[in-house]
């Protein structure tokens, strides 16, 4: 099994460029999360889906926008990419809501110029 | 604004020492996670627990959750134990999946 993995794992973009994250999970898990870390902060929650055709937004989710068409992928969109979007972008993924471990993809390091 | 409070926020140990890292929250949850974050930036989950104490190995979690507050220690510490230790409770949005992340701790062991 492959758990959670992400493409692309690095990406350059130019402010204005819009560009889709996508976040794969084989464990047949329910819910799926989006989450950015920034240097000297905590990770921060942007969007989450609790199912397959759910999506609700965490935190930040400004400048955000996901998808979850089908069960084992969440899709992270940026419809016109800011210098403030320039974060490292972890998807993850756990079975259920409460006291359940989320599992972690290995992360996405985007810059927008 | 739910809180997250870690301490200390670097750590420098030498090979074999105790360590300890220290999480208080400031929410009503029912459980709180441990992650560490390798040099590479790998995230993985170290510990969930709602009650009393985990050990895994040469790592030990606690929580009081009536006074918002958990501890993670690493017994005979290593080189390899060096990380970012992350400390997530639950409960952000009012469901308990979506963790609050503190900043973490930055631990490192020297030989």
């Known amino acids: 099994n492959a758990g959670v993995t992400q493409t692309p794992k690095f990406r350059v973009l130019k402010t204005g460029q819009s560009m889709t994250l996508l976040c794969a999970q084989d464990?047949?898990?329910?819910?799926m999360y989006w989450y950015r870390q920034d240097p000297g902060m905590g990770l921060r929650l942007i969007h989450y889906?609790?199912?397959?055709?759910?999506?609700a937004k965490g935190e930040v989710p400004d400048g955000y926008n996901v998808s979850r068409l089908k069960k084992q992928n969440f899709l992270l969109g940026l419809e016109s990419a800011a210098p403030s979007q320039t974060s490292v972008y972890f998807c993850a993924s756990s079975p259920y809501a409460d006291r359940a471990e989320q599992f972690f993809g290995p992360g996405t390091r985007l810059t927008v110029l | 604004k739910n809180e997250v409070e870690q301490s200390p926020q670097n750590l420098t140990a030498q090979e074999g020492e105790f360590i300890t890292i220290n999480c208080s929250y400031s929410v009503g949850i029912s459980a709180l996670h441990w992650l560490q974050q390798h040099p590479g930036g790998g995230i993985v989950s170290l510990f969930m627990l709602s009650s009393g104490k985990k050990k895994h190995g040469r790592l030990i979690a606690t929580i009081n959750i009536q006074e918002k507050h958990s501890s993670l220690h690493i017994t005979a510490s290593h080189p390899r134990d060096s990380a970012v230790y992350i400390c997530?409770?639950?409960?952000?949005?009012?469901?308990?999946?979506?963790?609050?992340f503190g900043k973490g701790t930055k631990l490192s062991v020297k030989p």
């Open positions: 464990m047949n898990h329910e819910y």
């Open positions: 889906s609790v199912g397959e055709g759910t999506t």
């Open positions: 997530a409770p639950g409960g952000y949005g009012g469901s308990q999946g979506n963790l609050i």
